[in-house]
T-cell receptor, first 111, second 113 residues
Framework: KNEVEQSPQNLTAQEGEFITINCSYS?????LHWLQQHPGGGIVSLFM???GKKKHGRLIATINIQEKHSSLHITASHPRDSAVYIC?????????????FGKGTHLIIQP | NAGVTQTPKFQVLKTGQSMTLQCAQD?????MSWYRQDPGMGLRLIHY???????DQGEVPNGYNVSRSTTEDFPLRLLSAAPSQTSVYFC????????????FGPGTRLTVL
């Protein structure tokens, strides 16, 4: 059974800081998703990646398949980045629909 | 496109009452899922569907029913609400590829007294 662990669980930082959120999983996967959940509750997909690195604006996601590890980085963090960040791994044996979710990292960026 | 829509946004029930949470998507996605989100826990799969007429159980299906009569709609029925079903419920859809992007609805916050 795949398990997805995120760290840290909570992170408070000052505006402008470089942020790293980590995600590790226990079995080989087909893809890894990073999701963002704002205080209002809605969940949006940020990235889906199966190898290497993806960048969108100030967000960068990387994955190391051999080490079963992914990171989400935020450069020049801003208070509007405050949210819960969730990683979810996908593999054909994982969960009935293939997805296993981490518990999330609660990020607060202070001005 | 409206994406994935859910109604209602908030609901309070008494123990034993039944209700249906509505979910619809206008992206012609084959895969639809229902999750519940509880404090300190990751999203947990309740039921899912891989296409019209096909549904299956997820991790926590007890106390819930689903049906998928059309590609667009995937309602979740609570048969006899219990306080343990107090949670935030999310509907999601994806095109159907093994690792396609998931699109989530805005969520329904349900309280069972």
């Amino acid at each position: 059974k795949n398990e997805v662990e995120q760290s840290p669980q909570n992170l408070t930082a000052q505006e402008g800081e470089f942020i790293t959120i980590n995600c590790s999983y226990s079995v080989g996967i087909s893809a890894l998703h990073w999701l963002q959940q704002h205080p209002g509750g809605g969940i949006v997909s940020l990235f889906m990646l199966s190898s290497g690195k993806k960048k969108h604006g100030r967000l960068i996601a990387t994955i190391n398949i051999q080490e079963k590890h992914s990171s989400l980085h935020i450069t020049a963090s801003h208070p509007r980045d405050s949210a819960v960040y969730i990683c979810a791994s996908f593999h054909t044996g994982g969960g009935a629909d293939g997805l296993t979710f981490g518990k999330g990292t609660h990020l607060i960026i202070q001005p | 496109n409206a994406g994935v829509t859910q109604t209602p946004k908030f609901q309070v029930l008494k123990t034993g009452q039944s209700m249906t949470l509505q979910c619809a998507q206008d992206m012609n996605h084959e895969y639809m899922s229902w999750y519940r989100q509880d404090p300190g826990m990751g999203l947990r799969l309740i039921h899912y569907s891989v296409g019209a007429g096909i549904t299956d159980q997820g991790e926590v299906p007890n106390g819930y029913n689903v049906s998928r009569s059309t590609t667009e709609d995937f309602p979740l029925r609570l048969l006899s609400a219990a306080p343990s079903q107090t949670s935030v419920y999310f509907c999601a859809s994806r095109a159907g590829g093994l690792a396609d992007t998931q699109y989530f609805g805005p969520g329904t916050r349900l309280t069972v007294l």
